[in-house]
């Protein structure tokens, strides 16, 4: 799409000597009070340039560039040029570029084909995939799309959790209280029972812990029981994993998880060994962060066997290696803010340049309304349960309502997996929020299911009147029925789209991208209600279904970057 800004800083080089055109671009603002245009240039800094007062060469720069299409109206105020653009120009230049790209309208080649890891989801195996890891698949997801959008070749990474020393935990307990039958029937919930009362019962009986830790210890030599037991708990899990992210419509380009890096070890021992960044300390090897601010990071246990921080490092390593990224993201929650901090400092020390290149996308947490998680416990929401029972709920409300569909099942799924998506990509990644299932649901207000509908009923404007965008020109068609009040706040919102999907990559923040929809959403709305879209007048019509087409295809544009899906009937 023509860049507005760039335009005008084009048109004001003309007519300003000594600055270039990304110089002035540097100098455009944009004015909070829209008494003074959308766009200003102040002239103080060309004062000094030009040996003349700020006010006198706004008054000469306003005059030069009067005459441009882009401008309705061109003011100076002191040392400003106020610059209000022409309504019509902004609809013709918006919807233009909207009717030629459609879905790939927002996209850029700002990445320019580099390469970003995006690390997300990362459950661990044998363990409950819960509503607490909805937030790093939902997030990450959305990260890899906008990345992927504005140009980047993105690789999706899932760091299983598929090693440590939990996994002796749940071979001692499945040893003692295990039922194959049990497993295979049902085998996440069985082994979350296992370990639930290998914990209870650890408390009593002490010497389970030490059978635990052997038995970790066995796994990481390779022992043929212990690896076999482990490796289908993995598989078993795996399929768990797959039918929650066939459901969210997730996939991954790599599942290489803990146990990939389980072999390279102790290369990652050895150079941080040679780098003299080893300290024994009782048996243990850690590294002093202390000078740092960060604490000490234990790297072997005394009993030699490797740890999560060091399978990270390891992990790092082996990625720089494989994909040479430009950048690799880890959307984990802020509980591990210190671990990340800890071992990116250990591959600064190492003397890995690219250390800087590691980005820790941190979220908060989730909670229950009757307090935190706990897999220790037994206290979890599954994920899978609660994505089912949204979609079960989502059809109860659709025939309640008699919404308008051609498929009840499809839909629901549509609307209800949305609507879970969404609620997690709505707020600051940041936040804290507790998990309720009446906000979860509640389909009136900044929702997914609002946003949806709002899309499906642009689409049975369209498909009422006929519309085919194609039978238009919109660069010679009158526009000016798209450029009435509620109409042209819409044509605005559509043209800073590609804007906000860059500052939403930027920030690794997609919560940028939903408030976008929500108010494309909503201002679509207010036309809709403002205004009669099919009148007689062809030119008015043709106008406001063009705008409406648009509307339509920026927020299913929004929506796909949240990996969500825009239903055409609800
Ligand atoms: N498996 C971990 C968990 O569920 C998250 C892994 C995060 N990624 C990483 N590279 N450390 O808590």
Known sequence: MRNIKSEIAAILAEKVEGLSVAEIEGFIEIPVDKNNGDYAFPCFRLAKLLRKAPPLIAADIAEGIRGSELFAKVENVNAYVNMFIDKEALARITIGAVVAEKDRFGRSNTGGGKTVIVEFSSPNIAKPFHIGHIRSTVIGNSIYKLYDFIGYNVVRINHLGDYGTQFGKMITAYRHWGSKEDVEREPIKTLLGYYVRFHKEAEADPALDDEARETFTKLEHGAQEETELWQWFRSESLKEFSRVYGMLGIEFDSYAGESFYSNKMPAVLQELKDDGLLIESQGAQIVDLEPYGLGAALITKSDGS?????????????????????????????????????????????????????????????????????????????????????????????????????????????????????????????????????????????????????????????????????????????????????????????????????????????????????????????????????????????????????????????????????????
């Not at 390891?314 to 802020?334: L, P």
């Not at 899978?384 to 029972?389: A, G, S």
């Not at 009040?485 to 043209?495: F, G, R």
């Not at 929004?558 to 899906?565: F, R, S, V």
């Open 306 to 570: 490797s740890l999560y921080i060091t399978r990270d490092i390891a992990a790092a390593i082996y990625r720089k290696q494989t994909y040479d990224f430009h950048k690799n993201i880890y959307v984990v929650a802020s509980q591990q803010n210190l671990h990340f901090q800890q071992w990116f400092k250990i591959l600064e020390l190492m003397g890995k340049t690219w250390a800087k290149d590691c980005v820790h996308v941190p979220f908060g947490l989730v909670s229950l309304e009757d307090g935190t998680m706990s897999t220790r416990e037994g206290r979890v929401v599954f994920l899978e349960d609660v994505l089912n029972k949204a979609v079960e709920k989502t059809a109860e409300i659709i025939l309640e309502k008699g919404v308008n569909t051609d498929n009840v099942e499809e839909t629901a799924r549509a609307v209800g997996i949305g609507a879970v998506m969404f609620q997690e990509l709505s707020n600051g990644r940041i936040k804290d929020y507790t998990f309720s299932w009446d906000k979860v649901l509640n389909f009136d207000g900044e929702t997914g299911p609002y946003v949806q509908y709002t899309h499906a009923r642009a689409a049975s404007v369209l498909r009422n009147a006929q519309f085919d965008p194609a039978s238009f020109d919109p660069a010679s068609m009158d526009l000016a029925a798209a450029c009435g009040e509620s109409a042209y706040e819409l044509v605005k919102l559509l043209y800073r789209f590609p804007e906000v999907v860059l500052d939403a990559a930027g920030k690794y923040e997609p919560s940028v991208v939903t408030r976008h929809i929500v108010d494309i959403a909503q201002a679509f709305n207010k036309f809709y209600h403002d205004e009669h879209i099919i009148v007689p007048d062809e030119t008015e019509k043709n106008a406001k279904l063009m705008l409406t087409y648009a509307a339509k295809q920026v927020i299913a544009n929004g929506l796909g970057l949240l990996g969500i899906k825009a239903p055409e009937k609800m």
